[in-house]
């Protein structure tokens, strides 16, 4: 099968622009997840969404970061302004159902530096 | 918060059985422990998943005691190309998400 999709594999900013990720979720698996994942340390949970309805955005900085997952199929996930510790690689993941028994299948993920 | 311990690094050389052990004192009934791979410039990889005793797949083992307080993740054999990150998470039925620690970076040497 198909893995999960994102684009584009890498982006260079300047701090104060806005940049776009997108992801393309294996087909049929109804829970997605966006990770941040800086150098040395482990995935950090962005936000959940379970079809198109979010599920957890707790750790999501509202302010300036926002996602959205349109039809329950592609999600995007936005920084408008982008800051020098935005610098990451966003990760996306997806699972058949949102219960811990179900392996989460990830992307290859977008590296983002934000100069 | 991670709800799990595991060492920072490890090493070993190709051949070797590597064993690599997480701690999860406050483990729920209902949660179940999973362990994922991560090779540089990719995302992690789910590697085995256990609630309770010996697990076994064609990439490795899993040990769970009684308590279930920890679990060992086993390797047989390692090669140069298991040179990753192994995260050991906790997890549950009730769809919170997975929370990485900053896992276990186990290097392979000849």
């Known amino acids: 099968e198909a893995g999960v999709a994102q684009s584009p594999r890498y982006k260079i900013i300047e701090k104060r622009q806005s940049v776009a990720f997108w992801c393309n979720p294996i087909?049929?698996?109804?829970?997605l997840y966006w990770y941040q994942q800086i150098l040395g340390q482990g995935p950090k949970l962005l936000i959940q969404f379970q079809n198109n309805g979010v599920v957890d955005d707790s750790q999501l900085p509202k302010d300036r970061f926002s996602a959205e997952r349109l039809k329950g199929v592609d999600s995007t996930l936005k920084i408008q302004p982008a800051k020098l510790e935005d610098s990451a690689v966003y990760l996306c993941a997806s699972s058949l159902a949102w219960t811990a028994n179900y392996g989460y299948t990830f992307g290859s993920g977008t590296r983002l530096t934000v100069v | 918060l991670a709800k799990t311990t595991q060492p920072i690094s490890m090493d070993s050389y190709e051949g070797q059985e590597v064993n690599i052990t997480c701690s999860h004192n406050n483990i729920a009934t209902n949660d179940y422990i999973t362990w994922y791979q991560q090779f540089p410039s990719q995302g992690p990889r789910f590697i085995i998943q256990?609630?309770?005793t010996k697990v076994t797949n064609e990439v490795a083992s899993l040990f769970i005691p009684a308590d279930r307080k920890s679990s060992t993740l086993s390797l047989p054999r390692v090669s140069l190309s298991d040179t990753a990150v192994y995260y050991c998470?906790?997890?549950?039925?009730?769809?919170?998400?997975?929370?990485f620690g900053k896992g276990t970076t186990l290097s392979v040497s000849s």
């Open positions: 998470l906790v997890g549950d039925q009730a769809g919170t998400a997975l929370i």
């Open positions: 087909s049929g698996h109804a829970t």
């Open positions: 256990g609630y309770k």
